[in-house]
């Protein structure tokens, strides 16, 4: 058998082309091995185009330096494969000066094979990097990191080479893979896939063929009659550069000639990244959320959209205004506006209590997801931040912005791109803490730092001081605000009119009345109820909608007090509705069994830190579904209740929780709901659930070296939301309701035996960084005991789970092994019960590799390579 060749290693005139080989630049094997790191993608492109600098001067030595200027008659064809490819590319960089004399050279032409695209959807360099180490290879791993390392230029390298081809009108063809490959270093003996697949090789905009070759056949030959080369060299594109140009076939000036190819992985790279997954305007929690009604906040709206399209200093808009006015409802009028001309860069929409869109953890990286998928331009550029600052996750909100952000942005060529992106931040309000938000405005105001392109910050909230006071910080020729409630009511009223007018009328023909329904006169009296709040027309509707709605309507304008406020008017229908709840028939042990069961229910549903099904409520309440439905049957008005018991419950608007946890507004001890107390009942309900659900190895993986990414979305089977959620913030309620922590109670308790089943379990669903932050909490929570043995015990927790985070969250079963074993004895005794025979007797042996034997009879061996300690059975 034959062994098979690069292109560049078959005699030129054997191919009857003039190739230039190697050109004397470092040997390209260098990339492989000990060197790999040292020798980068730029160096080996700069010393190719310096040779071709050379090797044209000496075949033409009086000309002036200049690439192929008196050379009509020298052909040359460029042929890399795989990371070769990539240099061919970046030469494109270097000579990019001489590109337009070079097109007019004809029959100049570049061939290039496996050059990288646009990555494969099989697997990631990192995945990569990881099967690769788990088979026992040992020169792979420092290739990819040189890979790697010159991720952020490869990408720039592909976009400029595609724009530079366009430019000068140089054809590109692109080849790609038809036969799987086999790849059992990397996959097992049986694996075969394609390498790099169709869409990964091609080039948009470009001609593309397949070859029924696979990932080395496509690059590879034995010699000049091989068949494969045959195939490749005799397609119209390819031949047309050789010795002999066919008459019928006129060559382009310069023409591209790729193969398939095998880059990063973009997607991967941004899934990377913690989302708030719905934190979106159209995000699937909130497609039945409505958008302005046509000929309804036609002004406002007008001003907003001048705004986003003008081209002055003004890059942020604040429209606050009281509860209800409609905020929300404008802000997803504006975002669907923009977002259907693909002017959208991205929206956030904060919601307390909607677990990560309640707080501010993850709200730049959610940008920066947006903004990748909204504006595919800017994909590679983020990718490129992400890849040079691995954990840019875990660094502050401002390093996150700018390199995340704003330095993509100012890489778009606004020329190529719209020149003007919009972002929409609704209820900053809503974040839960006041330090994030003032940073939040403070760092969006820096958008008026982009140059070529230009993003328009919309914001909404209430008027409150913290954002007030960091709205004003902004320079006034840098800011635009609208104060909603000042909009004068007359307006404001003919809007809820027709709102009004157009449900009411909805719900009139679904109940068989009469066209029209329920006439003028009425709805103008529910608009004078409503006292400028369309939360207020919203919720009449819901609650009318939901019963007799001619019995609703009634009790709806019998109650109307045009003296009231607007706020008194929404604490009004609020009642209204939770009275009408109770049955007139019921004895009076029922209701105020009733009443019970509302405290808790719905208390427990507006503190809640995350939303939660009823289900998944229902057991963290220790309460049956049924309980749950009879007790919230009557509340759709104010709660959105799902007909699927699996999908979340929700508010409709947060104006019910201050509500509801105001007992002034409330008014009626019968419905108040003491926020502190409800905090309390949350926490205990959480230890409890998690003392009787965890244990160790929940997942029931038994391999210690099992990763987090081998269970995947299966974790889910094994610990269920509800048991999710109280791991996450059973510390949260415990702060927020005040409970006094000491030695020998039911925390401490819950700890010296669950510790590492906590642990574990928020390692399995990656939340150990809540889990550092909740350990934090508790230490500086019980510091002022003095002598206290639980302090001792938090404090040394903090320390152990510090110390192994990082092989924790990837290998979570490594708390039991690797982490016990190398943290001190006495230590561990501290904060576990430990068996007298658990620690191991262990023994070192040859090239990294310890056996550790336990009394049960059980060996483990452990494996020291990389900075990682990955066990096995």
């Not at 594109?237 to 193969?259: C, D, L, R, T």
């Not at 904060?350 to 990560?356: E, V």
């Not at 809820?496 to 109940?511: C, D, M, P, S, V």
């Not at 007090?561 to 706020?567: F, L, V």
């Amino acid at each position: 058998m034959e062994t098979l060749k690069m292109p560049r290693q078959i005699d030129s005139r054997d191919l009857g082309l003039q190739v230039l080989v190697d050109c004397e630049s470092p040997d390209v094997d260098n990339w492989y091995g000990d060197d790999a790191i040292k020798l980068r993608l730029v160096h080996v492109a700069n010393d190719l185009s310096r040779e071709l600098e050379r090797q044209q001067r000496i075949s033409v030595p009086d000309t002036e330096p200049i690439l192929f200027q008196d050379c009509p008659s020298r052909r040359l064809i460029f042929i890399g494969h795989c990371f070769g490819g990539l240099v061919i590319e970046k030469v494109f960089y270097f000579i990019k000066p001489y590109l337009s004399l070079i097109t007019e050279i004809q029959g100049s032409g570049q061939t290039a094979n496996g050059t990288p695209h646009n990555g494969t959807d099989k697997i990631t360099s990192g995945e990569l990097l990881t099967r690769i180490i788990q088979a026992g290879a040992a020169e792979e791993p420092t290739s990819l990191a040189a890979l790697k390392i010159d991720h952020e230029m490869v990408l720039d390298t592909v976009k400029d080479f595609s724009i530079a081809t366009r430019k000068n009108g140089i054809a590109v063809h692109c080849y790609f893979e038809q036969k799987s490959s086999k790849v059992s270093k990397m996959f097992g003996d049986n694996y075969k896939d394609f390498i790099v697949d169709e869409d990964s090789a091609n080039l948009d905009g470009c001609e593309s063929n397949g070859q029924p070759l696979d990932h080395y056949e496509l690059n590879k030959f034995s010699d000049p009659k091989d068949g494969n080369w045959r195939k490749l060299s005799g397609s119209k594109q390819f031949g047309a550069w050789g010795n002999k140009v066919p008459e019928s076939y006129p060559p382009p000036a310069m023409g591209v000639v790729f193969s398939g190819s095998n880059n990063s992985d973009q997607e991967n790279l941004l899934s990377r990244l913690p989302i708030a997954t719905n934190a979106s305007f159209n995000s699937s929690n909130r497609q039945y959320e409505p958008t302005c009604l046509p000929d309804t906040r036609v002004d406002l709206l007008q001003e907003i959209y001048e705004w986003a399209d003008g081209r002055d200093e003004r890059c942020i808009f604040w429209l606050n205004g009281l509860a209800g006015t409609g905020k929300s409802t404008i802000a997803r009028t504006v975002a669907r506006t923009y977002f259907d001309q693909n002017r959208l860069g991205a929206s956030f929409f904060f919601s307390r209590g909607g677990g990560d869109v309640g707080h501010a953890s993850k709200f730049f990286t959610s940008l920066a997801v947006q903004l990748a998928y909204n504006i595919p331009s800017l994909q590679h550029y983020i990718s490129d931040a992400i890849t040079e600052r691995s954990d840019i996750a875990s660094h502050s909100f401002r390093d996150q912005w700018r390199q995340l952000v704003l330095r993509p942005l100012s890489r778009l060529d606004g020329s190529l791109s719209p020149s003007s992106y919009v972002l929409i931040i609704d209820a900053l309000d809503e974040c839960d803490n006041e330090n994030d938000i003032q940073m939040i405005l403070q760092l969006l105001a820096m958008a008026r730092e982009l140059k070529t392109i230009q993003l328009r910050v919309f914001l909404t909230s209430r008027p409150e001081i913290p954002i007030r006071y960091g709205f004003n910080q902004i320079p006034s020729t840098e800011r635009q605000g609208f104060v909603l409630h000042s909009i004068p009511l007359e307006i404001v009223d003919r809007d809820i009119f027709f709102f009004l007018k157009h449900h009411l009328e909805l719900i009139g023909q679904y109940n068989e009345h009469e066209p029209g329904w329920p006439g003028s006169e009425a709805i103008q009296r529910l608009v004078n109820a409503a006292s400028g709040l369309f939360i207020w027309a919203a919720t009449a509707c819901r609650f009318i909608r939901g019963g007799f709605i001619e019995e609703r309507l009634h009790l709806l304008l019998e109650g109307n007090d045009t003296s009231a406020s607007p706020e008194e008017h929404l604490n009004s229908i609020y009642i209204a509705i939770l009275r009408n709840s109770i049955q007139p028939s019921y004895m009076e042990q029922e209701r105020q069994n009733l009443y019970s069961m509302l405290r808790y229910v719905l208390g427990s549903i507006v503190v809640l830190s995350s939303l939660l099904s009823i289900k998944s409520l229902s057991r963290l309440l220790y309460i049956t579904v049924p309980e749950v439905n009879r007790t919230l049957k009557s509340l759709h008005a104010i709660l959105y209740i799902p007909e699927d018991k699996n999908h979340s419950l929700r508010l409709h608007h947060p104006s019910f929780r201050d509500f509801l946890l105001n007992k002034k507004r409330c008014g009626d001890s019968d419905f108040w709901v003491d926020e502190k107390q409800i905090h309390q009942t949350l926490a205990f309900n959480c230890i409890q659930l998690m003392s009787t659900f965890l244990k160790q190895d929940i997942c029931g993986r038994k391999a210690p070296g099992t990763l987090v990414t081998d269970v995947g979305i299966r974790v889910e089977n094994y610990l269920p939301p509800e048991v999710r959620y109280a791991c996450i913030y059973w510390v949260q309620h415990l702060q927020k309701g005040g409970i006094q922590l000491q030695d020998n109670d039911q925390v401490y308790q819950f700890l010296q035996v669950h510790l590492l089943h906590w642990l574990e379990a928020l390692s399995w669903i990656g939340k150990i960084s809540e889990g550092i932050i909740a350990i934090s909490f508790l230490e500086s929570y019980i510091s002022a005991i003095e002598q206290s043995k639980f302090y001792t015990f938090i404090h040394d927790a903090k320390r152990f789970v510090l110390h192994n985070r990082i092989g924790i969250e990837q290998a979570p079963l490594q708390l039991y092994c690797s982490a016990l074993f190398f943290a001190p004895e006495e230590r561990m005794r501290n904060i576990l019960w430990l068996p007298p025979d658990y620690r191991p007797f262990t023994t070192s042996v040859c090239n990294g590799i310890i056996v550790m034997g336990y009394s049960s009879g059980s060996v483990f061996f452990l494996k020291l390579g990389l900075g990682n300690l990955i066990l096995s059975k």
